[in-house]
Nanobody, 118 residues
Framework: GQLVESGGGLVQPGGSLRLSCAAS????????MSWFRQAPGKERELVAS????????SYADSVKGRFTISRDNALNMVYLQMNSLKPEDTAVYYC????????????WGQGTQVTVSS
């Protein structure tokens, strides 16, 4: 399977970005999807997750109320809408797929850089 992220870039504090992740090579609708991020010198952290059917979402406390994860199983896409961005949101953002229900196999994308700075 393959995941390709896009939509990163440079944005001012308070701005918005929408990340996209295109999936191929596996049955997308069987996989839970997540967004992770990794800032320089820090460990990779879970940002948001969505179940295979899209029925349930969850968020890290640091992004609740600002970020929204969604998916389109017809297009094999998952999205992360990021609003009210802060400098501490600066990181490389990664898309991950895990097979329901046993969380195996899993796939990672290569990441997309998000920089929040004035």
């Amino acid at each position: 399977g393959q995941l390709v992220e896009s939509g990163g870039g440079l944005v001012q504090p308070g701005g918005s970005l929408r990340l996209s992740c295109a999936a191929s090579g596996f049955t997308f609708g069987w996989y839970h999807m997540s967004w992770f991020r990794q800032a320089p010198g820090k460990e990779r952290e879970l940002v948001a997750s969505i179940t295979s059917t899209g029925g349930t979402t969850s968020y890290a406390d640091s992004v609740k109320g600002r970020f929204t994860i969604s998916r389109d199983n017809a297009l094999n896409m998952v999205y992360l809408q990021m609003n009210s961005l802060k400098p501490e949101d600066t990181a490389v953002y990664y898309c991950k797929a895990v097979r329901a229900p046993n969380n195996w196999p899993s796939y990672w994308g290569q990441g997309t850089q998000v920089t929040v700075s004035s």
